[in-house]
């Protein structure tokens, strides 16, 4: 059974919506305007990473804070669609910068109690969300200016993933892909194809106006794309537009998750972004460490 949307939608609200995609990642950060005022929300941003030698930059970070800054907005919110696993998030150092409250789903929860477990983190490693200002449960609002955005629920990919509707936007996260994209993988500590189809059908009975926004592309002979809207996902994804069951759905998920390597940056990625963005904590000489646990994923 596919859970009804928990809120009224507004296609007559436009929000403007400005990406900015990392190539190292394929990531597609967003910027979006409240048309009525000078207030903005950050969402799914990145932290730049050399993998080789484990050093940090900001660069993608840096060109969000100086569009936002150069038209005098301001920042409300740091929305993460879910803790990712492909690429670090930049939500502190944004917000040291810009200001706003950073908010995830409420099953983050889980998601902090099983990688804690995976990590071996102590209990200095706080599992109740914490980290983060506000914790988004199915069907909760919040405010970017003028604008009411909704936090819907649409778990598979990970436990934590939600669906940001602002209007006649929505940002999926890793729920969607672009429809020669399909869907993303289910096989992640928590994941499950059957949850994701039933959250991404969920997905698509919003108005078929809805833009849907990604949060990665990987195209093959085309250029990338971000968006795209529900009624071209119901006619043309080719994982679970209208003709596709659920059970033919999980078959396909399942037998492809088989065959997939783990993400080149899921180490990493998920230690920081589980603490909402920021590194694990240094030890008394001031270094910071990252686990590699072997054998566990």
């Known amino acids: ?41 950050v969402i799914d941003s990145v932290m730049d990473i050399d993998y080789a030698s484990a050093r940090t930059s900001f660069a993608g970070a840096d060109r969000i804070i100086d569009f936002i800054r150069e038209r005098g907005w301001r920042t409300e919110w ?35 109690e099983t990688f804690g477990k995976i990590f071996n983190e102590g209990t200095e490693f706080q599992r109740d969300g914490s980290q983060f200002d506000r914790l988004f449960a199915d069907g909760d609002s919040y405010q970017i200016g003028t604008m009411t955005a909704h936090a819907m ?8 993933c939600m ?24 096989d992640f500590p928590g994941g499950d194809a059957r949850t994701l189809f039933k959250s991404m059908r969920r997905v698509l ?57 783990m993400p080149r940056l899921i180490l990493p990625s998920l230690q920081v972004n589980m603490r909402a963005g920021h590194l694990p904590p240094a030890d008394t000489d001031g270094k910071v460490f990252l686990k590699l646990p072997v054998n566990v994923l």
């Open 153 to 160: 629920h649409t778990p598979g990919h990970t436990p934590a």
């Open 1 to 41: 059974m596919i859970a009804p949307i928990p809120f009224e939608t507004n296609l007559h609200l436009k929000p403007e919506v400005f990406s900015f995609f990392d190539a190292q990642t394929s990531t597609f950060s967003y910027v979006v305007k409240d048309p009525a005022s000078d207030a903005c929300a």
């Open 78 to 112: 740091i929305i993460e669609t879910h803790v990712h696993a492909d690429h670090l998030s930049a939500a502190p150092y944004i917000q040291e910068r810009l200001g706003g409250k950073l908010g995830i789903g409420d099953r983050i929860t889980v998601v902090q």
């Open 205 to 261: 009975t919003l108005p078929n106006e809805t833009r849907l926004f990604m949060c990665h592309d990987y195209p093959e002979g085309r250029p990338v794309a971000w968006e795209t809207t529900v009624e071209a996902e119901r006619k043309g994804n080719i994982h679970v537009n209208d003709t596709i069951s659920e059970e033919a759905f999980v078959a396909m998920r399942e037998k492809r998750d088989k065959t997939l390597g």
């Open 163 to 186: 669906t940001h509707v602002i209007g006649d936007a929505a940002f999926v996260g890793d729920t969607l892909f672009m429809p020669d994209g399909g869907s993303a993988r289910a």
